[in-house]
């Protein structure tokens, strides 16, 4: 019992410091007899003598300084024979100097400064070379049950880096690579050789008995992740990818985490590059304000305004849970961030005064707004208050309180708007411009499209349709969406709101749109399912307000590129605020006396492209309950 309490008690490294001391001491005293033994006149060696303890002080220091003890004995490798080489360079050097100063070096043969270091780099190499080679022995006799053979699509530098990781700590036991680089056709990676081009995948993976594929492409673009995926789902085998180097810069996934195809990897575009030093000029050390920062986009916008170092982040939301969320959130994330929460309606002008007034935000995100399609065809009134009047009291709270710049997060549905939320949010764009023309404050608006996986929106729906087995629910064979993800609206939201100078609408160059059709397929491939076999896409014809296409401009409107080559600049018809004003007390009358058909008229009127998605016949009203 005593003996294990004091192996417990010595840390494993002052072990090791033990352990190289005696070899330094045995390599000494071993390179003294060697070179007496074999002289005219030998002589007996004192293993004690005292110059011995001037070696151990000087090569014990210097073993120290060239970071050996940094390093574990499991993982020894070339760089620690490289650095034990220079420590036995070093460390004669520096024995000899303290020799000289302790005796003159007399007694002291020259060539034991030269048999020592050979002597200490067998000594000190070896048992760590002895003990990596034994761990491993006895990782892999741990592992001896069948490891699963895989396949990996990819021959560059993440595939090697995937084989290293593989041999070194998983239960796969990789086969070969497939890759389209000719060059690389019968060579080896790690040992593993090149066995064909990424459209041999299916002979491959048969030839070589695969049970699983590996996708090491973290830089391929969408369409070509499509191709790469279409292959491996025509092998029938499961398959995994490596992730994207965004997506371990966020922490969403660790470097050697594998995880399973995402539908963002298929539907994404080249990644927009954005000028990350002017965004974090733009908003380090500032007071910044977002609304309806507990929702799926509200609460990215605020992890990515965090981590550039705020001076403060309030903010307003009206969900007491989504609230509670994104406060633990930020709070286990950014301990030292000076988070501000405040449980309110951002249409109510005694909320936004007082948070005006105490905590005095610089910049402004006006990310709250109600944003589900089909519910608000029936919901009007609550549209329009929330999305209209509460986008003016914001904007005129920026104004009263001399706020810098004010962002306001738009869709590209209110483009040539057919919905309420469509027509809401081109309202929403309209009070903004109109104010940027008489207020100091920065008016700024930027508009996307569908944002993948926010709540509410198609992912999620088809995620969970697919969990029941089915029928995925498709409004139109040919409905066509533009898609982005999360990260990247948020992103972009913070790009607008430096580059802005007040009355812009930003537009991010979105790609190609994405039929709906083909997500829904997808999406029940990656789920290892055959649509219309496994499950079934049903077509359920397109609902009130819905286009088949989206668009990002309206016809009349101008648009131009930025000094950003993914931002193109939309302008738009201006509205005079005054003119507008009255328009937004008529609504404002027609919110308070519940009045569904003067609401739907005040919006026609305000947003005449406006069509006849808001006609009072198609206005459900609030049903009485008994």
């Known amino acids: 019992m005593g003996m294990r309490r004091l192996v417990t008690w010595i840390h494993p490294r002052s072990a090791v410091v033990l352990h190289d001391l005696v070899m330094v001491w045995i390599a000494w005293v071993g390179a003294n007899w060697l070179r007496w033994s074999l002289a005219e006149d030998p002589r007996p060696v004192d293993p004690l003598d005292a110059e011995i303890l001037v070696v151990l002080l000087a090569q014990g220091l210097v073993l120290w300084w060239t970071g050996l003890y940094r390093g574990l004995w499991r993982f020894a490798s070339l760089p620690d024979l490289v650095n034990i080489t220079k420590a036995g360079v070093v460390g004669v050097v520096a024995i000899a100097a303290g020799l000289f100063a302790f005796d003159r070096l007399d007694g002291t043969p020259r060539s034991v400064l030269l048999i020592y270091p050979l002597a200490l780099v067998v000594l000190l190499g070896v048992p760590r070379l002895t003990y990596r080679h034994w761990k491993d022995s006895r990782h892999d006799l741990e592992r001896a049950q069948p490891r699963r053979r895989v396949l990996i699509l990819g021959a560059g530098a993440a595939g090697e880096a995937l084989v290293r990781e593989l041999r070194r700590e998983s239960s796969m036991q990789p086969v070969g690579f497939v890759d389209d680089n000719t060059s690389l056709r019968g060579a080896k990676l790690q040992g593993v050789p090149v066995l064909g081009r990424l459209g041999d995948v299916g002979e491959v993976a048969r030839e070589v008995a695969a049970e699983m594929l590996l996708i090491a492409m973290p830089s391929a673009d969408g369409p070509a992740m499509r191709r790469v995926v279409e292959l491996c789902e025509s092998t029938g085998l499961p398959f995994r990818m490596i992730p994207k180097l965004a997506d371990v810069v966020e922490g969403r996934f660790g470097f050697n985490q594998l995880k399973e195809v995402a539908i963002e990897d298929l539907l994404g575009r080249d990644p927009?590059?954005?000028?990350?030093?002017?965004i974090r000029h733009g908003l380090a050390g500032r007071r910044v304000l977002v609304t309806g920062g507990g929702g799926s986009i509200g609460s990215e916008l605020c992890r990515q305004i965090a981590r550039?170092?705020?001076?403060?982040?309030?903010?307003?939301?009206?969900?007491?849970?989504?609230?509670?969320?994104?406060?633990?959130?930020?709070?286990?994330?950014?301990?030292?961030?000076?988070?501000?929460?405040?449980?309110?309606?951002c249409g109510d002008r005694s909320v936004l005064d007082h948070v005006f007034a105490r905590y005095r935000p610089?910049?402004?995100?006006?990310?709250?707004?109600?944003?589900?399609?089909?519910?608000?065809?029936?919901?009007?009134?609550?549209?329009?208050?929330?999305?209209?009047?509460?986008?003016?009291?914001?904007?005129?709270?920026?104004?009263?309180?001399?706020?810098?710049?004010?962002?306001?997060?738009?869709?590209?549905?209110?483009?040539?708007?057919?919905?309420?939320?469509?027509?809401?949010?081109?309202?929403?764009?309209?009070?903004?411009?109109?104010?940027?023309?008489?207020?100091?404050?920065?008016?700024?608006?930027?508009?996307?499209?569908?944002?993948?996986?926010?709540?509410?929106?198609?992912?999620?729906?088809?995620?969970?349709?697919?969990?029941?087995?089915?029928?995925?629910?498709?409004?139109?064979?040919?409905?066509?969406?533009?898609?982005?993800?999360?990260?990247?609206?948020?992103?972009?939201?913070?790009?607008?709101?430096?580059?802005?100078?007040?009355?812009?609408?930003?537009?991010?160059?979105?790609?190609?749109?994405?039929?709906?059709?083909?997500?829904?397929?997808?999406?029940?491939?990656?789920?290892?399912?055959?649509?219309?076999?496994?499950?079934?896409?049903?077509?359920?014809?397109?609902?009130?307000?819905?286009?088949?296409?989206?668009?990002?401009?309206?016809?009349?409107?101008?648009?131009?590129?930025?000094?950003?080559?993914?931002?193109?600049?939309?302008?738009?018809?201006?509205?005079?605020?005054?003119?507008?004003?009255?328009?937004?007390?008529?609504?404002?009358?027609?919110?308070?006396?519940?009045?569904?058909?003067?609401?739907?008229?005040?919006?026609?009127?305000?947003?005449?492209?406006?069509?006849?998605?808001?006609?009072?016949?198609?206005?459900?009203?609030?049903?009485?309950?008994?």
């Open 272 to 278: 927009v590059a954005l000028e990350w030093t002017r």
């Open 308 to 345: 550039l170092g705020v001076a403060s982040l309030i903010v307003i939301e009206h969900s007491e849970f989504n609230l509670y969320r994104v406060d633990q959130d930020l709070r286990r994330e950014f301990p030292d961030l000076l988070f501000v929460p405040v449980l309110g309606d």
């Open 362 to 626: 610089e910049i402004v995100f006006h990310a709250a707004a109600y944003k589900h399609l089909p519910l608000l065809e029936t919901q009007i009134r609550e549209a329009v208050r929330n999305n209209v009047l509460a986008t003016e009291a914001v904007a005129l709270a920026a104004d009263r309180h001399g706020v810098e710049t004010m962002v306001l997060i738009s869709t590209d549905k209110a483009v040539n708007p057919s919905s309420v939320l469509g027509a809401t949010k081109r309202l929403g764009e309209v009070i903004c411009q109109a104010l940027a023309a008489r207020s100091r404050t920065h008016f700024i608006t930027v508009r996307f499209g569908n944002v993948l996986d926010s709540v509410g929106s198609v992912v999620p729906l088809f995620r969970e349709q697919i969990r029941q087995g089915g029928p995925l629910t498709v409004t139109h064979p040919e409905v066509a969406r533009y898609f982005m993800t999360i990260p990247e609206a948020c992103q972009l939201i913070m790009q607008a709101g430096v580059l802005g100078q007040g009355g812009e609408i930003f537009v991010l160059d979105m790609g190609e749109p994405v039929k709906i059709r083909y997500l829904a397929e997808q999406m029940i491939r990656l789920a290892g399912k055959v649509p219309g076999d496994d499950i079934e896409i049903r077509y359920t014809g397109l609902r009130p307000g819905e286009k088949l296409f989206e668009e990002l401009f309206h016809d009349e409107e101008r648009y131009a590129a930025t000094t950003h080559p993914k931002i193109f600049l939309a302008t738009a018809r201006v509205v005079p605020w005054p003119e507008l004003e009255q328009g937004l007390k008529g609504l404002a009358r027609a919110v308070r006396d519940f009045d569904e058909p003067a609401i739907a008229a005040g919006l026609r009127q305000l947003v005449p492209e406006f069509g006849a998605a808001a006609d009072p016949d198609n206005v459900i009203p609030l049903q009485r309950t008994r």
